[in-house]
């Protein structure tokens, strides 16, 4: 009987430690989950990315709206693919860091490591994330058989996504990347990645409408943001970039039916040492692509090489570019209020296709001065007017 009376008082407390496993802190009246509840582990070395899934799971078939929780500490994941719909909002919030694993091998070929697919209502505060890209720019670099390298954390086919206060680190390639969303939030982040880092853009938007970045720190190898073909209704503003590309618009006309770019804003930011202020890109090949509805204002450029630049002869690879005209159509873009210092002597270069001339360009009060002398503008099938004060002197045509 003792024995039996041992048994049952097991199987007891062994049943009550399965409910504080699975459910965490969540009770009745609450709906927080903590991942650790769900096997992951805070050290940096035992693989959590099922115990995600799991806490996931259970967040997304929840009644309630849930946060999941992620405490101090190192939790390493393998590639992750959260999928919606949920029946409710998740939010996640982290005091912890995700670390990749260190063989970049291991995310895969999928193109991502953090993947939140068709989720409405995701909001995410705080946290880091570290993908440690090191070992794949090394790849890169040496021209060796690598995998194409996994974006950080992205969002595709979601609405009403929140990224608050959280930093990202060293992201093979993109570090935030949104595509086919709407109603995007990004605020308050942090991103580095060394100079020279290859590819490694900031945040990347395409396919996507009312997106608003705001008070971020980029530093990187690439664009510390980026806006792609099907994009409408940016608001940009508060972004201290560089190092990097600066924010750029394209590349464009990267196919010959390609969705254009409208009504986005850029303003309140500052630009240090970038190899670009704010950028058009477009390649030089057929294309029905369009921007238009652009403003940049209230800007200030630190020492950046092209700190007010269309380049429609954009060619990331020299030998393999056409020698055409881009059919990007560029217009109604407005430059107001931009000041600072050039690195090159040119400090607008408005360099636009033959068979289809930029126009509807407004330069209004425009301060940029080399910093090794007098800044000089060049313009190639530009129309437009200037206003106010601009130096260097505007170079449009009406």
């Not at 949920?86 to 670390?99: A, E, P």
């Not at 953090?114 to 409405?120: A, C, E, G, S």
């Not at 995701?122 to 090394?138: F, H, Q």
């Not at 800007?299 to 700190?307: D, G, Q, R």
């Amino acid at each position: 009987m003792a024995l039996s009376n041992n048994n049952i008082s097991n199987h007891s407390i062994i049943s009550l430690f399965l409910v504080f496993f699975f459910f965490g802190c969540s009770n009745a009246s609450s709906s927080t989950i903590n991942v650790v509840s769900f096997g992951a582990r805070p050290d940096g070395m035992w693989d959590s990315t099922l115990p995600f899934l799991r806490a996931w799971s259970w967040a997304c078939k929840s009644i309630e709206e849930t946060t999941i929780y992620v405490p101090k500490g190192s939790f390493l994941l393998k590639q992750i693919t959260l999928w919606g719909p949920c029946k409710k909002k998740i939010t996640f919030r982290m005091d912890g860091t995700l670390v990749a694993p260190l063989d970049y091998w291991s995310l895969g070929n999928s193109g991502y490591w953090i993947l939140f697919m068709k989720v409405n209502g995701i909001s995410i505060y705080g946290g880091t994330l570290n993908a440690r890209g090191a070992s794949y720019w090394d790849c890169r670099r040496a021209a060796k058989n690598c995998p194409p390298g996994a974006r950080s954390i992205s969002f595709s086919w979601s609405n009403g996504v929140v990224v608050s206060g959280l930093t990202s680190l060293n992201s093979q390639t993109i570090h935030i990347a949104v595509d086919h969303c709407e109603n995007v939030r990004i605020e308050n982040v942090k991103i580095r990645a060394p100079s020279r880092s290859p590819n490694t853009d900031g945040i990347n938007v395409q396919f996507s409408r009312g997106v608003t970045i705001t008070y971020a720190t980029i530093m990187t190898g690439d664009d510390c943001i980026s806006i792609n073909q099907g994009s409408s209704h940016l608001w940009i503003d508060h972004i201290a970039c560089g190092p990097g590309h600066g924010i750029s618009i394209g590349s464009l006309g990267n196919y010959v039916r390609e969705e254009g770019v409208e009504n986005v804003t850029v303003t309140s930011s500052t630009f240090t040492k970038s190899e670009n202020g704010v950028r058009i890109k477009s390649l030089a090949q057929p294309s029905n692509g369009y921007t238009k509805g652009i403003q940049f204002r209230n800007l200030i450029m630190k020492n950046v090489y092209n700190p007010i630049i269309i380049d429609q002869r954009y060619c990331p690879k020299p030998t393999s570019c056409p020698r055409q005209n881009s059919g990007v159509k560029i217009s109604g873009v407005r430059y107001e209020d931009i000041k600072g210092t050039s690195a090159s002597e040119v400090a607008i270069n408005l360099d636009c296709s033959a068979s289809n001339p930029c126009w509807g360009i407004i330069l209004r009060d425009i301060k940029l001065r080399y910093v090794k002398g007098s800044a000089t503008s060049s313009c190639r099938n530009a129309a437009g007017t200037a206003s106010g004060v601009v130096i260097p002197r505007s170079c449009l045509s009406n």
